[in-house]
């Protein structure tokens, strides 16, 4: 997986100063935000459906070695092949493999966040392999070459101006001056461009949103309904998922189901939910021939029984990040990493190493909005702390910030040093925030004033005020 996260906060800041990508993220701020609200509140069951759905996953998650040999008996049982990968090299090598046997020289893929952690396409096209993305959001990404910036709306960042731009580069056949002012008619030339795509695949790539152990089936969730032609058209069907994906029952698997549309774009349910059990019988109308899963771990079950594990809970829905401040300012890309967002932030740690993604646990105001919009109730906030601890224990912040903290902590831990310093600090801030009460410039606060002016303190510390008042009252 690909991690830039290292340079978040030149990212950010380049994110922060172009106009268009900020009014791109506002579509997120106020198109999301009330929908999801809206679909909660018309659900009155809704957060004891939250409660059954994390009781579900942390049952599985307690027994996941159960349930995915459950899970692949019942794919072989149903006709179906399951592979398993321990990491991206792994997944990868399979898919080509299966890929070569076909001949495959076009696959066509359905969104799946998890083609984009083992960088399939790339490692596809390098073995000569044309790979076509068919969720309208990847296709345009991908046009652009581009890395998804939503798990849910990959193509967010990019207004329609954009797109139309893109479609006359690229689709050099039609005629250059037909209209695509509107969204339907960039909708509608799409369609008819992916259309013949689906036909030329010998092979359809897609994620799964859940596999089902009682069933062994895999369950994708999409608007467009372009999973299920990539699915069903090409004689071959791959099917990549991460193991926690798992759920034991169908029943377990429509509670869920529940939530995940309402959370994410505030439906009711998707467009589409479609569910795949083996290969197609005799007497079926379509359906590919081949079915195969590879069940990719790539360091989540080394999750398991750690304080990270109820970030598996995850359903991908997205709602913490179309919540989150930080991702409204700075989007997904400047989060260099496949999973932005407050997910983003806790899963990128876990699957990279916080060597290379320390700044995102970091890139949090602790709102804690994520927590209380993620359906699967993961405690976001609480997670992107230990990894902040993890950070520290393994001395990876800059000296000058881990003598602040160890400072703060000896004077947190003796009440008459706190009480001391801060007095003194309080006096000395409030004299040099003079008549205005701000302080423009700050050294050991330069992250903080090199974009804003700091508040200057009244002078006096709370305890100060708290004795004062008291001494008053006793007079
Ligand atoms: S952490 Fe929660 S809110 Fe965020 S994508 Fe996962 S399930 Fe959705």
Known sequence: MKVQSADFINRSAKAIGDEQLQRALGNVRKGFIGKRAKAAAALPEFEAIR????????????????????????????????????????ARAIILELCRKENARTVTKGKSML?????????????????????????????RGESPSHIIAPAVHLNRDQVEADFRRVHSHLAEERALETP???????????????????VGITGANFLVAETGSSVIVTNEGNG???????????????????????????TILRLLARSATGQEMSVYTTISTGPRRADDQ??????HIVLLDNGRSALLGTEFQEVL????????????????????HAYGAVYPGPIGAVITPALAGIEKAGHLPNASTFCGRCESVCPMRIPLPKLMRRWRDKEYEKGLQPATMRRGISLWAFAAQHPRVYRFGTKYAAALLSRLGGARRRIARLPFASGWTGARDLPAPEGQTFM???????KADRS
């Open 228 to 254: 299920d032609l990539t699915q069903t058209l090409p004689r071959v069907h791959i099917a990549l998922a991460s193991i926690e994906k798992i759920v034991p029952t169908m029943e377990d698997l429509s």
């Open 184 to 202: 339907e008619s960039l909708l509608g030339e799409a369609r008819e461009v992916l259309r013949r795509r689906y036909f030329d695949a010998d």
């Open 286 to 291: 379509d359906g590919p021939e081949e079915y």
């Open 464 to 470: 100060q005020a708290y004795a004062a008042a008291k």
């Open 115 to 143: 083609t984009e952690e083992i960088e399939l396409n790339a490692h596809l096209e390098a073995h000569g392999i044309e790979t076509v993305e068919t969720d309208l959001g990847e296709y345009i990404i991908q046009l």
């Open 51 to 90: 409660d059954e759905a994390v009781g579900i996953k942390n049952h599985v998650l307690n027994h996941l070695d159960v349930y995915l040999e459950r899970f692949e008996a019942n794919v072989k049982a149903a006709g179906g092949h399951v592979h398993w990968a321990r990491d991206d090299a792994e």
């Open 313 to 332: 809970r995850c359903i991908r829905c997205g709602a913490c990040m179309n919540h989150c401040p930080v991702f409204h300012a700075v989007g997904g």
